[in-house]
């Protein structure tokens, strides 16, 4: 399960280049403060999944950021409303990828969104998914 972890959260990196990858006119913004960030060095990594189909799959809406202060927010603009999931991982030593010991194990911190636990892999969509219902959704992740 550690393994999968890592390869899902380290395809991350592959779509970084693009851009956010959803514009629409309804302008709900998704505002997600990372907490917990212990290094001020490296980046993050985030990613917005808007189906359970996607979770932990299409990278298509992400962002890479340079980590700046012990709480980081960063936002999402032109979202539509409706049902997502976030993912993170803080790529301390810029390899673009969720570093691993020979089992599989994260070395660098990630978190998701609901803060679910993550001992037996990572969660379910539903379990780390939330609504978007108004113009502005705040969601706090804790690395």
Request: proline share 5%; aromatic share 10%; no cysteine.
């Amino acid at each position: 399960m550690r393994t999968l972890l890592i390869i899902l959260l380290g395809s991350l990196t592959l779509l970084f280049p693009q851009k956010d990858g959803i514009s629409n006119t309804q302008n709900a913004t998704l505002e997600i403060r990372i907490t917990n960030i212990k290094k001020m060095k490296g980046h993050l990594m985030v990613a917005v999944f808007d189906t359970e189909s996607k979770f932990l799959k299409d990278f298509s809406i992400a962002k890479r950021e340079k980590v700046s202060d012990e709480v980081h927010v960063l936002a999402f603009e032109d979202l539509p409303k409706g049902t997502y999931a976030i993912s993170i991982f803080h790529d301390i030593n810029d390899n673009k990828k969720l570093d691993g010991n020979f089992i599989g194990i994260p070395k660098e911190p990630y978190g998701f969104s609901n803060n679910p636990s993550t001992f037996f892999g990572p969660p379910s969509f539903k379990k780390a998914s939330f609504k978007i219902e108004n113009e502005t959704k705040t969601i706090t992740v804790k690395l």
